[in-house]
């Protein structure tokens, strides 16, 4: 049978007009052709005919979309109105996913590095950079920039000492990088009381027996000007208040029944009110006394802008540290990179942890002597100590060894050439438990050793300058490495955070490390891979600041801002 797009067209007109046989969709159909493509036109004699014909080949898709859409153009004026409509959505539906395909896709691509917690676990964008061993992917230093510094050119509504609700004054307790989170907090409780700030005092510590003064370790005159547009802040009691030893002793002084991590809002209820009654009051203790997510943002960036910005380290403190990291550098002759590792092994720490390491039986009674001195009400009768440690091990809550400290760095591809400084106080067990790390990682230096002992004399007399400088030689390294919690750790995690994720910070995993210890079926191979993959995200990248997680390990929600 001879085809003929005439009877064709006639044929569909029939169909529709009947209303058994009418099509919602231009395709063709079994064994007929639709008269709708191109190709299946009539043609026409007349020359006017063929010049339509060739017009019409010549739309193609946008002439065949706007007879569907216009259908009243067509030369089916008969077409029901249900029939027309459907392509209509179709064509509406597939410019809607289209648009939003586009949206996504530009999104993803200017969307910030940011990785995203599930659980425990941290998934992070994939990047097409090599892994590198001394930094992070490029990609996750450029999305985030510091943004807690101060505002310059900006006019202050700060009131004058005289016209604030009264004054109020710290001790800041601890070891020198508690003393700074705690002088952070101040700053931050005196805006939101709207109180003027005495200096802080640095309490004498009871381990360190360490009598320094806020300016024998901090710029002051910094301090002060850098946080003038905040918070009032002065050197001393104020001269009215003659009777200074009542502010330190008299309960009448004092407001002692501050909670741990209180909101603001407690201050300004429970506070506020006797600091404008007494005009001058102590809060003590003063520990971990001011929340973070019960707080509002611009204060949690204020206590950004005193610890990265107000607070420095006085000029020959920062100088001996910058000379410190400068030989790290140049220890092989030629510029190398070098690792800092805060080594937290001291007997302390061991006690304090109640964990069971490896040593001998002599060892063992020793150190089950030293907790029942030290600490009689957890030491108990020591029958329940065993499943603690056990449990605590499970869980990650015990220092790493020296020994599993060099077994992790050799597996991530540390090699023997790497130069580590260590951090750290009088390791429990002296040299024979440092001897694994040491015989792995030879190059390994404290600043006693770095140092000369002429240089080091001149900062002796305060304790706390010595750990100034372990701090800021650690700050300054190109891979940082903690081996337990705490604050020193914790400070340098989030200070290399808010100087751009650059620079790895390594947080191990140690509940899931003492799995691997532990299995004696384990070989180098899968233990290699377990490290290397459990680590990818635990680097000191971007993420955000969650709720109940204190901002001086992760300060990117708060205090940083998108590039």
Known sequence: MTFSPKRALAELRHSSSLGSRSSSSPMKRDGESSPLVAESRPDYDDDDGGRHSLRDRDRGLWGYLNTLCHPHFSDDHRVSPLSSRIPVILIAALVLAVLISIFSIVSRLNAPYLCKKDGIVLHCPRVKESPSLWENPYSATTSWKPCAERHHGGISDLPHENETNGYIFIHAEGGLNQQRIAI???????????????????????????????EDIFDVDHFIDYLKDDVQIVRDIPEWFTDKSELFSSIRRTVKNI??????????????????????????????????????????????RVNYHALKFLPHIEQMADLLASRMRNRTGIQNPYMALHLRFEKGMVGLSFCDFVGTREEKVKMAEYRKKEWPRRYKNGSHLWQLALQKRKEGRCPLEPGEVAVILRAMGYSKETQIYVASGQVYGGLNRMAPLRNMFPNLVTKEELATQAELDKFRKHVTSLAALDFLVCLKSDVFVMTHGGNFAKLIIGARRYMGHRLKSIKPDKGLMSKSFGDPYMGWAPFVEDVIVTHQTRTGLPEETFPNYDIWENPLTPCMCRA
């Open 259 to 304: 909670p741990k991590y209180a909101s603001a809002q407690f201050y300004i209820d429970n506070v506020l009110p006797r600091i404008k009654e007494k005009k001058i009051m102590a809060l003590k203790p003063f520990v971990d006394r001011l929340g973070y997510d019960n707080v509002p943002q611009e204060i949690n960036r204020l206590r950004c």
């Open 184 to 214: 952070c907090n101040a700053v931050a409780v005196a805006k939101i009381l709207n109180a003027t700030l005495i200096l802080p005092v640095l309490k004498q510590d009871q381990i360190w027996k360490d009598q320094t003064k806020f």
